[in-house]
């Protein structure tokens, strides 16, 4: 089992470029989760789906995040434009709904806007 | 607002010890929680969880402890060994329903001496 796949591993971009982070749930798992992790804020939930369907976004920063989950296989978190704020490490993690807790995370992507 | 707390930011044990991490949670209708590792350069990883209904739970090497009285959990690791060294968050379900949403705590950075 591959695990959760993220990519890029890493990103360093200037600031107002836009941003595209990818993930690739287990095989199987019907719910996906976006995270962003940083030090002075910890590790925040920034949106959900359950069978590609966005369930709860409350925690998405702004107008200029949106994710996308166009297939089981498949998700996107845009940010556009990038400001030097969003620098973090975003997760993806993925679960079943027989227990949506237990979530597998993947990697994660070290976003560094400049 | 939701909250959920750890007491100490760093514990440093000595290999072969036993290790105990604490946690403090502020919202009296959280029904289940949950302890994440994380090693560094790593996405959290799912170690064990309890429900409200119960006092304690064990898993190999580590046990949980739900005090809902004082709101206080902790994670007990036994024979703390150096792949230990993590940092530990607990994590709470901040709503009523099977939603999949944890709120995080900050973090305690397990270090372990040889």
């Known amino acids: 089992d591959a695990g959760v796949i993220q990519s890029p591993r890493h990103e360093v971009t200037e600031m107002g470029q836009e941003v595209t982070l990818r993930c690739k749930p287990i095989?199987?798992?019907?719910?996906l989760f976006w995270y962003r992790q940083t030090m002075m804020r910890g590790l925040e939930l920034l949106i959900y789906?359950?069978?590609?369907?966005?369930?709860?976004d409350s925690g998405m920063p702004e107008d200029r995040f949106s994710a996308k989950m166009p297939n089981a296989s498949f998700s996107t978190l845009k940010i556009q434009p990038s400001e030097p704020r969003d620098s973090a490490v975003y997760f993806c993690?993925?679960?079943?709904?027989?227990?949506?807790?237990?979530?597998?995370f993947g990697p994660g992507t070290r976003l560094t806007v400049t | 607002g939701e909250s959920v707390g750890l007491h100490l930011p760093t514990l440093s044990v000595q290999e072969g010890d036993n290790s105990i991490i604490n946690c403090a949670y502020s919202?009296?209708?959280?029904?289940?929680f949950i302890w994440y590792k994380q090693e560094s350069g790593k996405g959290p990883q799912f170690i064990i969880d309890?429900?409200?209904?119960?006092d304690k739970r064990q898993g190999q090497r580590v046990t949980v402890l739900l005090n809902k009285t004082v709101k206080h959990l902790s994670l007990q690791i036994a024979a703390t060994q150096p792949g230990d060294s993590a940092v530990y968050f607990c994590?709470?379900?901040?709503?009523?329903?099977?939603?999949?949403?944890?709120?995080f705590g900050q973090g305690t950075t397990l270090q372990v001496k040889p």
């Open positions: 993690a993925s679960s079943l709904n027989t227990n949506l807790y237990e979530q597998y």
């Open positions: 095989s199987g798992h019907n719910s």
């Open positions: 789906f359950n069978n590609n369907v966005p369930i709860d």
């Open positions: 919202n009296s209708a959280s029904d289940y």
């Open positions: 309890i429900r409200s209904n119960m």
């Open positions: 994590a709470d379900q901040p709503s009523s329903g099977n939603t999949g949403k944890l709120i």
